[in-house]
């Protein structure tokens, strides 16, 4: 049986299949991280970040990605700083998971203490002016946590999102995410079903750093190197009359807190070519992501397209031969 789906959201259902004894080993996993968000943040943080690391040595694959990006967006850093910067990576991946399994199952109350904000005043004044808003989000491994939390003080949200290879998987995170309401919308339906959203009150939440191809993309620079970027944020602006506004989740895995980052509204885009598009997109996410970059899912494939004449940076076997 397919996901319930309706012209205007994709809502997760459980199918009977999920029970199978070939996804035991999911269940398993995703009750463990329940368990371990019901316990004290400072018990739980120093094992999820313990077993990240380990996790991060064994996956040679998506370990390979993450050094092939940090190599050509941090050429200055050393061998050993860009290690260190993945080793960080992968112990704040499922701490910051747990912490949205955590606001998935205890009330935000609970949590609230615990959630900081830079830049909050942007957002309330926003709220209080009735805008319409597309909120510019890096892939951060704490990136749902935001728009939850806004769900649940009331804030109607609206997000495109891929669906994850493991479909029980893809059940329990999606059902999270619409813990507090809102909708998703699959990227396979098009970006009308968002506009539509965002048009009608919600809030849209946008991942401008996906690779998308070179179609309709421009090659403007990203950190030390240069991505094919899609300038589509300037469109989605002008055709949902929305304001755009940066925003990024950081997690300290010390003081177990969250820190939201929201930078001003991008409100000079409303009149810039394509180009400037892309590379202010770009800009956001470094100005975002540049001081915590461990927060960052470097393990995407970013850097894929490039220019003609050039070869992929993950088929160049040079570059940190598997093992």
Known sequence: MEPKKNNSEFIPQFENRFLHPRYWGTWLGVFAFAGLSLT???????????????????????????????????????????????DRMYATAPQAMVLMAELALRSPEKVKNRIKWQGRDIIDEMLRNNEKVILLVPHGWAVDIPAMLMASQGQPMAAMFHNQGNPVFDYVWNKVRRRFGGRLHPR????????????????GYYLPDQDHGPEQSEFVDFFGTYKATLPAVGRLMKICRARVVPLFPVYD??????????????????????????????????????????????????????????IEPYKRKELYRKK
Not at 188 to 203: A, E, L, M
């Open 188 to 203: 396979n339906d098009g970006v009308k079903p968002f506009i539509q959203s965002v048009r009608q009150g919600y809030w």
């Open 40 to 86: 004290p943040p400072a018990f739980r943080d120093p094992l999820l970040g313990k077993l990240g690391r380990m996790v991060g040595r064994m996956g040679k694959s998506a370990r390979r990605r993450a050094q092939i990006n940090l190599l050509y967006c941090f050429p200055e850093k050393s061998e050993a700083q860009r290690e260190a910067i993945i």
């Open 253 to 310: 895995s010390k003081t177990h807190c969250l820190t939201i980052h929201v930078r001003p509204p991008m409100d000079d885009l409303l009149t810039a070519d394509d180009v400037t598009l892309a590379r202010r997109m770009n800009e956001e996410v470094e100005q975002l992501v540049g001081p915590n970059p461990e927060q960052y899912t470097w393990i995407l494939k970013l850097l894929k397209t490039r220019k003609p004449g050039e």
